[in-house]
C-alpha cells in the first residue's frame, strides 16, 4: 500500500459527472417501527409486491426501504417527486451531511491523498457543493475564459444560481431487529440505501458545449479518466431531448478523453432501477472503456438484462462466490472489458483476459489498496492525508476470509478460468463504521488507482 503513495504523488485523475450532497441518517429500530405503524405492514408489503423502480410517493420509499433491509443489499431509488422530496425533510432529521456522488467522494479522496492533479467536473456546481470539495491546490474544476482551457478551484468557479442536487442516505446495520405484521426481520449485512433525486434539472448527464473541445486537452493532462453518474440520466426530457442523445454525447465525450493521449478510462457503475434505461447504459458506455467497477447487486443487475436472469437471482440470493465469478467472466467478455473489478462486503475480485500485462500477484495488490483505503475510511469517517491510510492497513480481513479463499479455489477448480487472470481478496471489514456510503467508490479509485501506477511501471 505504502509503495503506492508515491507513484500517486506523480499522477493525475479526470473525473466527471456526477456530484450531490448526501443527507444521512443513521436508521435506528424506532424509525423503522415508526414508519411501519405510519403506512401500515399489509400497505407496505403489498407495495413491496408491486416494486416501485421510483419513489413518487412516501410508501414507495418505505416499501422499497423494508425490501432492502431485508436482503441488506446496498440499493439506490429515484425519487422523482417534489412532493416526496418535501415529505422528506418533514419527516426526517440528518444526522450529517457530506459530499457524495462518486466525482464528490473520489475527488476529495485522491486530492487529500497527494494526487498531482484531480480535475473534477460536474454540469451544475453550486456554491454549497463547491464549498464541500476540499479546498486543495490539487483538487481543480475545469471552465472555459475567453477561448481557453483554465482549471480553476472550486471555489473560485461555482455558479451562485446552479441548484445543488441532495440525496438521501439510510446508513443500516446488521442485527437492527424489527416486525413487519407477524414477520421478524433482523437486517443480515451493514450498508445504505439511497434515496437518489432525479429532478430533470440534476439528469442532464454531459459536458457543457464550451468545454467539451478541450477534452482532448484535459486527457492530455491525466493518466486516466474516472466516469460516473449516468445513473442519473431519464428516458425523456422535457424539451424532447431523451436518453439516446445524452448517451451519444457520453461516447463522444469518451473518445475525445483518449483523443491525444490513449488514456484509461474507468466507469464506476451505479444502480439503475430502470431496466431499458440500464441496458442502454451497459451497451452504449461499457465497450468503449477499459475498466469497470460495480458492487454485487449491481452486477446482479447487469446480468438480469444481459438475459441471465437465473444467474443474477442466484448472486442476489445465495452470495456464492462462483456465481460471482462466472458472472463476472460473462460481462468481461460480452463487453470485451479490460478489466471488470467487484466490490463485495466480505471480497473484492478482478477478472481480466490472460494477456493483461499485470500478473495476478500485482492485481491482488492493487484490490489492497482499495480495501485498505476503504477501511480507512469507514474507520475515521474521511481520509484526510496519506498518512490515515495506515488506519486501514490495521483493520485486519474479515472473519471469512479464509473461506472466501477456500469457495474461489473451489470455483476454480469446477470452472474453465484458463484464458483469465480472476483474483479475490478478502476485505477488510470494520465493525463500526462510521458511514458506508462511497466506500465503494473509494474501493474502485484506490483500485483504479493503483492499477494505473502498477500498468505505468510496466512501460
Ligand atoms: N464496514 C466496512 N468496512 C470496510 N469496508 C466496507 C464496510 N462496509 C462496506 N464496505 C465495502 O464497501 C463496499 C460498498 O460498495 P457500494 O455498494 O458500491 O457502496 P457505494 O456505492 O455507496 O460506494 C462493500 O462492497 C464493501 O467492500
Ligand atoms: O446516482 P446519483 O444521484 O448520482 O448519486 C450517487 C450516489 O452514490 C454515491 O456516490 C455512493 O456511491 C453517493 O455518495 C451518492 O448519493
Ligand atoms: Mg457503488
Known amino acids: 500500500m505504502m509503495e503506492f503513495l508515491k507513484d500517486f504523488q506523480k499522477m493525475g485523475i479526470y473525473l466527471a459527472y456526477n456530484v450531490n450532497v448526501d443527507a444521512i441518517v443513521y436508521l ?14 399489509e400497505n407496505i408489503k403489498k407495495r413491496i409486491d408491486e416494486y416501485p423502480r421510483e419513489i413518487n410517493e412516501p410508501l414507495d420509499f418505505v416499501a422499497r426501504l423494508i425490501h432492502a433491509l431485508k436482503t441488506g443489499k446496498p440499493q439506490a431509488v429515484p425519487l422523482v ?4 422530496d418535501k415529505w422528506f425533510n418533514s419527516r426526517f432529521k440528518y444526522d450529517f451531511e457530506r459530499i457524495g456522488g462518486q466525482v464528490g467522494v473520489i475527488a476529495n479522496l485522491l486530492a487529500n491523498l497527494d494526487f498531482n492533479k484531480v480535475i473534477a467536473y460536474s454540469p451544475l456546481l453550486g456554491r454549497k457543493q463547491a464549498e464541500m470539495f476540499v479546498n486543495r491546490d490539487n483538487l481543480l474544476y475545469p471552465v472555459v475564459e475567453n477561448g481557453k482551457l483554465v482549471l480553476k478551484k472550486p471555489l473560485e468557479a461555482y455558479r451562485e444560481d446552479d441548484p445543488v442536487k441532495i440525496n438521501r442516505i439510510f446508513e443500516f446495520r446488521a442485527g437492527t431487529k424489527f416486525k413487519l405484521g407477524d414477520e421478524t426481520i433482523e437486517v443480515p449485512y451493514s450498508g445504505r440505501f439511497i434515496v437518489a433525486c432525479r429532478f430533470e434539472d440534476f439528469a442532464r448527464i454531459e459536458t457543457s458545449p464550451e468545454l467539451k473541445p478541450y477534452l482532448p486537452e484535459i486527457g492530455e493532462m491525466v493518466d ?4 460516473s453518474g449516468y445513473q442519473g440520466l431519464r428516458r425523456y426530457y422535457s424539451d424532447g431531448k431523451d436518453a439516446n442523445y445524452y448517451l451519444r454525447k457520453a461516447k463522444e465525450d469518451i473518445k475525445l478523453l483518449k483523443k491525444k493521449k490513449d488514456i484509461k478510462i474507468h466507469v464506476e457503475f451505479a444502480s439503475i432501477q430502470d431496466r431499458e434505461l440500464r441496458k442502454k447504459v451497459i451497451y452504449n458506455i461499457f465497450p468503449l472503456v477499459d475498466s469497470v467497477g460495480m458492487d454485487e447487486a449491481e452486477i446482479a443487475h447487469i446480468l438480469s438484462v444481459l438475459g441471465y436472469r437465473e444467474l443474477s437471482d442466484r448472486i442476489f440470493t445465495y452470495n456464492r462466490i462462483e456465481d460471482a465469478v462466472l458472472g463476472a ?3 468481461l467478455d460480452e463487453l470485451n472489458l479490460e478489466i471488470l473489478q467487484v466490490h463485495t462486503i466480505y471480497y473484492l475480485m478482478y477478472i481480466t483476459h490472460n494477456d493483461n500485462p499485470l500478473t495476478e500477484e500485482e492485481l491482488t495488490k492493487s484490490l489492497e489498496v482499495g480495501t485498505t483505503l476503504a477501511a480507512a475510511r469507514a474507520f475515521l469517517g474521511d481520509i484526510k492525508r496519506p498518512e490515515d491510510v495506515k488506519v486501514g492497513l490495521n483493520i485486519p480481513f474479515n472473519e471469512k476470509g479464509e473461506y472466501v479463499k477456500l469457495r474461489f479455489e473451489e470455483a476454480k477448480a469446477k470452472m474453465r478460468t484458463r484464458e483469465y487472470k480472476i483474483v479475490i481478496i478478502p476485505t477488510r471489514l470494520v465493525r463500526n463504521p462510521v458511514s458506508t456510503v462511497g466506500l465503494g467508490d473509494t474501493i474502485s479509485a484506490g483500485a483504479f488507482a493503483s492499477y494505473l501506477s502498477l500498468l505505468k511501471r510496466k512501460e
Open 329 to 331: 467472466k460473462i460481462l
Open 28 to 41: 435506528n429500530e424506532k424509525h423503522i417501527e415508526s414508519l411501519i405503524k405510519e403506512f401500515g405492514a
Open 81 to 84: 417527486s417534489y412532493e416526496a
Open 224 to 227: 486516466g479518466a474516472i466516469l
